[in-house]
């Protein structure tokens, strides 16, 4: 997650006197703002203490959905780090009434989970879309109130459950779309590698993902990816196509399924912004310059590429924000630069929504060191390969892999993507 969420623990909050003299540190709008220009995940506190969801347990909600039945997805407990991916697991159709029984180790004999062992296998009820688990539950959609980050009218409805027991976790992965917000509240950008992991016997988390003008067109790149990478392994190994499609993908891909995906999102794209839009765009200069200039109702959509400084820019420089951080707003500190073991969990500071006052682990975000990949400079790939190579020059072989790492580079699926934009653009 793909996608993605943490997770809190089911005992109780802290009693309706003590939120009472809470004062929410952020104004919804000044939330939103965060929320639309942060590039690093963090942790806002003491904005969620007086949602009604926060009092929600395992056991509250198996009452509130009386017998529903939800997919689980089982994983082995290991200690390996082989990602567990959701076309590898098994699943099992149980109640969560069900599910908490088993938990509890009192299920080994007969029902759903008789045969998964509860010492070798966790169990993750994931991405459980709320309009569809609590259908005929509707109200319950008001515990949830996204609108204190700025979004008006969004509740439970645009939100996902999950609920998982210890171990349960979702394989590192990055979202395509959107931006991430955690009941914890945590903030997690776009394009930000990371994984979750239920940490505490019983987990229960709701997040949701917030759409971004940038959606539409990375719909377009993310169908050129598709594209190239489908047609360049195909050609090399039609007979094995599982060795390298991803992991998570369910459906047949071919040249012609890949086309209309493009076709569609490049249609998608228009329908969002108007056919009346027109991108003007001027060729590569001789000091090898490439500019997208946009007229009419472009809204910043286009973004021009300037390869002289191997970075994409908006043609303006903007000054830089002072820094958001603060007692109320905490940086997320990749996993990667300090050990878990040395920081006994991966968040813990006092009166943080996303740890509790009574010291409670919600869960655990680890990012890895080559975050934000789409702003790292070309020069530095470059460099970074030349010096990780030991062969000479001569006696370098350049595989399909090879060229497929040039031709997906975020930066130049981007350029590919504003050209085809702008060409339909002019036959509209």
């Known amino acids: ?121 966790w169990a993750y009820a994931d991405y459980k879309y709320f309009v569809s688990l609590f259908e005929d539950k509707t109200d319950i959609f008001q515990d949830v109130m996204w609108s204190d980050f700025g979004f008006p009218g969004r509740n439970g409805q645009e939100s996902t459950l999950w609920i998982g027991s210890m171990g349960a976790h979702t394989p590192c992965h990055l979202d395509t779309y959107g931006c991430n917000l955690v009941f914890q509240v945590l903030f997690v950008p776009r394009h930000w590698w990371h994984y979750v992991e239920s940490i505490d016997p019983v987990t229960v988390s709701i997040n949701s993902w917030i759409e971004l003008e940038e959606d539409h067109q990375a719909r377009v790149e993310e169908a050129i990816t598709r594209m190239l990478v489908c047609a360049l392994k195909t050609a090399e190994n039609p007979h094995d196509m599982r060795a390298w499609l991803n992991p998570t993908e369910v459906e047949e891909t071919s040249h012609e399924v890949n086309c209309r995906y493009l076709n569609g999102a490049v249609s998608a794209f228009f329908d969002h912004y108007g056919t009346s839009k027109v991108v003007e765009t001027q060729a590569l200069s001789t000091d090898g310059e490439y500019v997208i200039k946009e007229e009419l109702n472009v809204h910043n959509h286009v973004e021009g590429a300037q390869t002289s400084s191997h970075s994409l820019t908006l043609g303006t420089v903007k000054q830089e924000a002072a820094s958001p951080f603060g007692p109320d707003l905490v940086p997320v500190i990749p996993g990667s630069q300090e050990p878990p073991s040395e920081r006994g969990g991966m968040f813990e500071s006092d009166g943080e929504d996303f740890v509790g006052k009574n010291g409670k682990r919600f869960g655990k975000l680890h990012c890895t060191k080559r975050q934000r990949m789409m702003s790292e400079s070309e020069n530095a790939v470059v460099e970074q390969m030349a010096s990780n190579s030991t062969v000479a020059p001569s006696q370098t072989f350049i595989s399909t892999d090879d060229l497929l790492d040039c031709l997906v580079n975020p930066q130049v699926t981007r350029i590919v993507a504003q050209l085809l934009i702008q060409g339909r653009s002019l036959r509209l």
């Not at 104004?27 to 963090?42: C, D, F, N, R």
């Open 1 to 121: 997650m793909a996608a993605d969420s943490g997770a809190f623990t089911n005992e109780d909050s802290e009693s309706g006197e003590e939120e009472g003299k809470h004062v929410k540190p952020f104004t919804p709008e000044k939330a939103k703002e965060i929320i639309m220009s942060l590039q690093q995940p963090a942790i806002f506190c003491n904005m969620v203490f007086d949602w009604p969801a926060q009092h929600w347990t395992a056991k509250h909600l198996s009452e509130v959905l009386q017998g529903k039945q939800i997919r689980f997805r089982m994983g082995t407990k290991r200690t390996d780090t082989a990602p567990q991916f959701e076309t590898t697991c098994s699943y099992v159709e149980a109640t969560l009434e069900e599910f908490l029984t088993w938990n509890c180790d009192r299920s080994s004999i007969s029902g759903p989970f008789r045969d998964y062992d509860h010492s070798k296998f």
